[in-house]
């Protein structure tokens, strides 16, 4: 049973790109949930989606960052207009109905990315 | 809101040494706990979770943790480390049913030699 699959597991950017970063949840994991971890901080949550919908998305910044989790496919983290700050590591959780709340999240390896 | 307070941003310790890592939270409402291991590079695994019952939890790799709702702590302990144990190590928080984890900012665990 592959765990959380997340790619690319490195991307660089230059400023004013665009970044595309996928997560692929675990088999039967209808629950997907995106952190970003900065550098020397601990993870800050940033959107909780399910197919189709996005449940809570209170971290997210208001301006260039959207999340989706299509019917079919992985859900999907963008960028638009990357900047320095967005450098950081990026990581997606997913977790099965109902069993987040209790700590079931799976982590992936997350995407590191690095903007020039 | 939910918040989670790692006081020790690095512990080097030597190995077969017992270690405590520290965590605090502060919550008007009833939390669930955890902790998780970060190996470089990677993802992070979940150690161990409270949710209720028993106040002493035990983990995967040897560790435990004791939550003790007077003092707002659930400190993270292993009686023997090994160099294994190399890793960074983070609390983290969520209000009981809720879906979002807070995390501490991290502890970053060394074992030496």
């Known amino acids: 049973n592959a765990g959380v699959m997340q790619n690319p597991r490195h991307l660089v950017r230059r400023r004013g790109q665009e970044a595309r970063l996928r997560c692929s949840p675990m088999k039967g994991h209808s629950h997907v949930y995106w952190y970003r971890q900065l550098p020397e901080e601990g993870l800050k949550f940033m959107v909780y989606l399910q197919k189709e919908n996005i449940i809570d998305e209170s971290g997210m910044p208001k301006e260039r960052f959207s999340a989706e989790f299509p019917k079919e496919g992985p859900s999907i983290l963008r960028i638009q207009q990357v900047v320095r700050g967005d450098s950081a590591a990026y990581f997606c959780a997913s977790s099965a109905p109902g069993l987040a709340g209790a700590g079931e999240q799976f982590f992936g390896p997350g995407t590191r990315l690095t903007v020039l | 809101a939910q918040s989670v307070t790692q006081l020790d941003s690095q512990v080097p310790v030597f190995e077969e040494a017992p270690v405590e890592l520290r965590c605090n939270y502060s919550?008007?409402?009833?939390?669930?706990l955890f902790w998780y291991v970060q190996y470089p590079n990677q993802g992070l695994q979940l150690l161990l979770k409270?949710?209720?019952?028993?106040?002493l939890v035990k983990g995967i790799n040897g560790f435990e943790a004791e939550f003790n709702k007077s003092q707002t702590s659930f400190h993270l302990r292993k009686p023997s480390v090994h160099i294994s144990d190399t890793a960074e190590y983070f609390c983290a928080v969520n209000r009981a049913g809720a879906n979002n984890l807070f995390f501490g900012t991290g502890t970053r665990l060394t074992v030496i030699p």
């Open positions: 919550s008007s409402v009833s939390v669930y």
């Open positions: 409270y949710l209720s019952g028993s106040t």
